[in-house]
């Protein structure tokens, strides 16, 4: 059975820092990206940052470069998301995710996915 189970979500003030977990379990990667992306009412989905285990490529969002860094433990079958110097402007459900292959715009938030995590919440206070 698949799992994706994401934690690490929480209320920081601005400029703070968070890191996201997601611990996965039941499928193999393989070429696939995974990685996180971000829903807020209102707004369309976001890709937030990606990863490709096999050769370590690493996807980011315009919005996210030089603050948020994506990571990986393979041995603990998790994705991490370091999010440092966060704003209001990053209150979001954060969703781990495994993206279908072969689409175009990998990590673009546009999807489909293969597994979808049920997210955990972000929250920046001003």
């Known amino acids: 059975q698949v799992h994706l189970v994401e934690s690490g979500g929480g209320l920081v003030q601005t400029g703070g820092s968070l890191r996201l977990s997601c611990t996965t379990s039941?499928?193999?990667?393989?070429?696939?990206?995974i990685g996180w992306f971000r829903q807020t009412p209102g707004k369309e989905r976001e890709g937030v940052a990606c990863i490709r285990i096999d050769d370590e490529a690493v996807i980011y969002g315009d919005s996210v470069k030089d603050r948020f860094t994506i990571s990986s433990d393979n041995g603990k079958n998790t994705v991490y998301l370091q999010m440092n110097s966060l704003t209001p402007e990053d209150t979001a459900v954060y969703h781990c995710?495994?993206?279908?292959?072969?689409?175009?715009?990998?990590?673009?938030?546009?999807?489909?996915?293969?597994?979808w995590g049920q997210g955990t919440q972000v929250t920046v206070g001003s």
């Open positions: 039941g499928f193999t990667l393989g070429r696939r990206y």
């Open positions: 995710g495994v993206e279908t292959p072969g689409y175009l715009a990998p990590c673009g938030g546009y999807g489909p996915y293969d597994y």
